[in-house]
């Protein structure tokens, strides 16, 4: 593919077999061309040109995004054990990072609508979870505790 750039404005653009095409581009790459940049530049400038020119209903995307496939219950909370059983392994930068990415997690298993938790229950399940998230505040949190509270909370949802 070669490229070039004409005096209108316009990029010619060069392809093996089908002949030649000129786009015109916005003025910023037509500026960059007669500013003295290389060769180089004005086959970026056409590429960056034809990529702006496919469509978008062309580009191949996931037909079912991961987060509209809701996973069961029961690998959630399989999910979260994985998680607390590396925490021990983690650094102590590890241990942090892996902590504000559990807690999230833990929170959305506590206001699940599909789990039955009496009131009481739900004030100790929150009650836990703050303590939780001040102790994943902290400089340096501990993760042998957050580690207790976590498992029990997540026994307590694989029971609801």
Not at 30 to 50: N, P, Q
Not at 51 to 70: C, F, H, K, Q, T
Not at 135 to 143: G, L, V, Y
């Amino acid at each position: 593919m070669v490229a070039g750039c004409e005096e209108d404005g316009t990029h010619s653009l060069l392809t093996i077999g089908s002949g030649t095409q000129s786009i015109r581009g916005p003025k910023r790459w037509h500026d960059r061309c007669s500013s003295g940049a290389k060769l180089e530049d004005a086959v970026i400038h056409a590429l960056a040109i034809a990529v702006d020119a496919i469509p978008y209903d062309n580009v191949p995307r996931s037909r079912w995004p991961l987060a509209s496939v809701p996973l069961p219950r029961h690998e959630r909370l399989d999910f979260l054990r994985g998680m607390l059983a590396r925490l021990d392994d983690a650094t102590p930068a590890g241990q942090t990072y892996m902590m504000t990415k559990i807690l999230p997690l833990l929170r959305r298993e506590a206001l699940d609508p599909t789990a039955r938790f009496k009131s009481q229950q739900l004030d100790l399940i929150m009650r836990s979870l703050d303590e939780l998230e001040h102790e994943t505040s902290r400089i340096s949190p501990n993760a042998v505790a957050f580690d207790r509270t976590a498992q029990i909370l997540v026994d307590v949802f694989a029971l609801a």
